[in-house]
């Protein structure tokens, strides 16, 4: 569904940079189906009264699954924090690196 | 398509016992289907090569959502297991109080 | 310096229950101390200027441990819930499941 | 007890750097033994027969305190690996982004 949305005309980042993870595009939006298909299987277990444990099971490994994703983001995305300083000096590189900090505490915190 | 599941026969839970969730099963499904919209909406914003920290910042309310979700079906669960031990006895219920702190263990290290 | 507590005194839980961990309070006493241990550890290592990133491994190890001592105090005082359920009817020992609950929660999002 | 090392000598980063909180050294240590302090609280805490519950919200707390060590270390050494991108060059760069990427991944997970 998400694929009829009309991205093809690139919309910008918000903050004027091209978006750290463009290369890897394809396999974000591969892995964020799987972790939608473990979504749905949850609806199909609580629809099929799953004993409560087994899907506490499925919710861990969907967990888990999205926090390996955010991990993979935030990699690629201070990889390209550190290029760019290269480029546009280290205020604005210092800068991002207290705004990607603001993104580790919460993915720590939730 | 969860719903196109014959979910109509009730499967028993694979343990035995009815499952603690059934009478807010409704409630259950209705969590589950926003978290799978907000699954949808991180495939967007991929999409759309949306801003990576703002990518991250969905990310952790998705997570924060689906944690939601299980300890609302763990607390249902272990009021279902306190009142069993009236009916089945004390050592069924230490059995249970058992199998459900490793679930517990299982979603605070995810 | 705990150990000049004047505890031999067994002051009462708050909530009037002597609290579900008695009989193993010595393992939990020993445990604590080993995190103490590890948090004195993380002190030399920063007073010495060790490298960041061995730090921050040895910060998640003294998280892990955490944790782990906070699911072991929690599976005995689940176990204690289910027998008093017996003692002192499904009432109370609801309200039990609901502070465990919430304590669950806390513990899940720390 | 901590001070009584002979840390004077400034052991130097295994990493052949010098560590990118130096300058904070002070106030790391002054929260490093608070949390030691927390620590002993609860050792106090479990040796008077405190109530389950209570305790594991002062765990709650310890483990939020270490946390936000955590990420105030990895804050100081992101900014630091992005000043040493613009005189070390990208590639040694990378390979710390790398690197500070598994210690967020193993804080993330615990």
Redesign the interface.
């Known amino acids: 569904?998400?694929?009829e949305?009309p991205?093809a005309?690139?919309?910008?980042?918000?903050?004027g940079?091209?978006?750290?993870?463009?290369n890897s595009?394809d396999a974000?939006?591969k892995r964020?189906?799987r972790?939608?298909g473990q979504?749905?299987g949850?609806?199909?277990l609580?629809?099929?009264?799953?004993?409560?444990?087994?899907?506490?099971?499925q919710?861990?490994a969907?967990?888990?699954a999205?926090?390996s994703?955010?991990?993979g983001?935030?990699?690629?995305?201070?990889?390209?924090?550190?290029?760019e300083?290269?480029t546009k000096g280290?205020e604005e590189?210092?800068a991002?690196?207290?705004?990607?900090?603001a993104?580790?505490?919460?993915?720590?915190?939730?």
């Open positions: 569904m998400a694929n949305q991205a005309k690139g919309t910008q980042s918000p903050h940079a091209s978006p750290g993870y463009v595009k974000h939006l964020l189906r972790i939608e979504i749905r949850l609806q199909r609580v629809d099929s009264d799953t004993y409560c444990i087994d899907v506490l099971t919710v861990s969907a967990t888990r999205l926090e994703f955010a991990l983001l935030l990699e690629e995305h201070l990889a390209h924090c550190v290029s300083a290269l280290d590189a210092q991002k690196v207290k705004e990607a900090s993104a580790i505490a919460r993915l720590v915190r939730s």
